[in-house]
């Protein structure tokens, strides 16, 4: 079965910072833009970033730009959302997604384009 693994959410203080990881299991990331979106409970899924292949396009939700950076490692295969600053209104579950890449090179945050999806990390932001 081919999915999307995420890895690096935790629990952590207003103002702190992490990582989190996608990993492909089945697949290779080649040719596939990645982008990361989240859901807080009750609320519907939102993006937060996209990252074209390689790597020449990206994209931030406007309540992230400026704290949060995404990113890819073609050679490891693997994806990154590096995030800092972050506040209360962050705190959700954090899913890491894939689709073809596109051919202008310009990844999307349209949710329904993305055809392999993680099961999602925990990222809570509490003091």
């Known amino acids: 079965q081919t999915q999307l693994v995420e890895s690096g959410g935790d629990l952590v203080q207003p103002g702190g910072s992490l990582r989190l990881s996608c990993t492909p299991s089945?697949?290779?990331?080649?040719?596939?833009?990645i982008a990361w979106f989240r859901q807080a409970p009750g609320k519907e899924r939102e993006a937060v970033s996209c990252?074209?292949?390689?790597?020449?396009?990206?994209k931030y939700a406007n309540s992230v730009k400026g704290r949060f950076t995404i990113s890819r490692d073609n050679t490891r295969d693997t994806a990154y959302l590096e995030m800092n600053g972050l506040k209360p209104e962050d705190t959700a579950v954090y899913f890491c997604?894939?689709?073809?890449?596109?051919?202008?090179?310009?990844?999307?945050?349209?949710?329904?384009?993305?055809?392999?999806w993680g099961q999602g990390t925990q990222v809570t932001v509490s003091s």
């Open positions: 997604a894939a689709t073809r890449n596109p051919s202008s090179g310009v990844c999307t945050f349209d949710k329904g384009r993305y055809v392999r």
């Open positions: 089945g697949f290779t990331l080649d040719y596939y833009s």
């Open positions: 990252i074209s292949y390689p790597g020449t396009h990206t």
